[in-house]
């Protein structure tokens, strides 16, 4: 447990260590590409979320998704990418092969759908590649060039707020 303490104690010094660096983020009117990282401890709807963002225009395969679960079980199979606590190692670094990949990827939308801050999360999306990120207005302001206040419960509102919003300044 005490050990615990100490390894999110590196990753939000790590995390406000890369807050500090300032990102040139550029939103491009065509959409093509979309990063979705979501929080499954707190939002059990991931498929429904994908099918709104699909109905918006954007193709099944334009998506990509990976998803956090506090009780991440190594042996369970999940359908989507899914990762823990263990998939950072004590130097902040992520031992995922899958997550790294999709923090390297130049995502034309980074949708960060989770609404608790969690030290995790916040760190891959500072650390996502993505030209446009989007998220929750509960989450520190300097991590999304965008914020939404809805609930995390109300993706289709979401969805349809946000593909309105980008529309908008095209």
Same mark, same amino acid.
């Given at each position: 447990?005490?050990?615990?303490?100490?390894?999110?104690?590196?990753?939000?010094?790590?995390?406000?260590? &890369?807050?500090?660096?300032?990102?040139?983020?550029?939103?491009?009117?065509?959409?093509?590409?979309?990063?979705?990282?979501?929080?499954?401890? !707190?939002?059990?709807?991931?498929?429904?979320?994908?099918?709104?963002?699909?109905?918006?225009?954007?193709?099944? =395969?334009?998506?990509?998704?990976?998803?956090?679960?506090?009780?991440?079980?190594?042996?369970?199979?999940?359908?989507?990418?899914?990762?823990?606590?263990? &998939?950072?190692?004590?130097?902040? =670094?992520?031992?995922?092969?899958?997550?790294? !990949?999709?923090?390297?990827?130049?995502?034309?939308?980074?949708?960060?759908?989770?609404? +608790?801050?969690?030290?995790?999360?916040?760190?891959?999306? &500072?650390?996502?590649?993505?030209?446009?990120?989007?998220?929750?207005?509960?989450?520190?302001? &300097? /991590?999304?060039?965008?914020?939404?206040?809805?609930? +995390?419960?109300?993706?289709?509102?979401?969805?349809? !707020? /946000?593909?309105?919003?980008?529309?908008?300044?095209?």
């Amino acid at each position: 447990m005490f050990l615990n303490y100490i390894k999110e104690f590196f990753v939000k010094k790590s995390l406000k260590n &890369s807050l500090h660096i300032a990102k040139n983020e550029v939103f491009t009117s065509n959409i093509q590409t979309i990063g979705l990282l979501i929080d499954e401890s !707190e939002f059990h709807y991931s498929k429904e979320l994908i099918k709104e963002l699909t109905l918006q225009g954007i193709t099944p =395969e334009g998506i990509k998704v990976v998803a956090y679960r506090d009780k991440f079980k190594q042996k369970e199979t999940y359908s989507i990418p899914t990762f823990g606590k263990k &998939s950072i190692n004590w130097k902040a =670094e992520i031992t995922e092969d899958f997550l790294n !990949e999709f923090i390297e990827t130049e995502f034309d939308l980074l949708i960060s759908y989770y609404d +608790i801050e969690k030290s995790i999360l916040m760190m891959i999306t &500072s650390k996502s590649k993505a030209k446009f990120k989007v998220g929750f207005s509960s989450i520190d302001k &300097s /991590l999304n060039r965008w914020m939404m206040n809805t609930t +995390i419960e109300d993706y289709k509102l979401f969805a349809t !707020e /946000l593909f309105k919003y980008l529309k908008s300044i095209k």
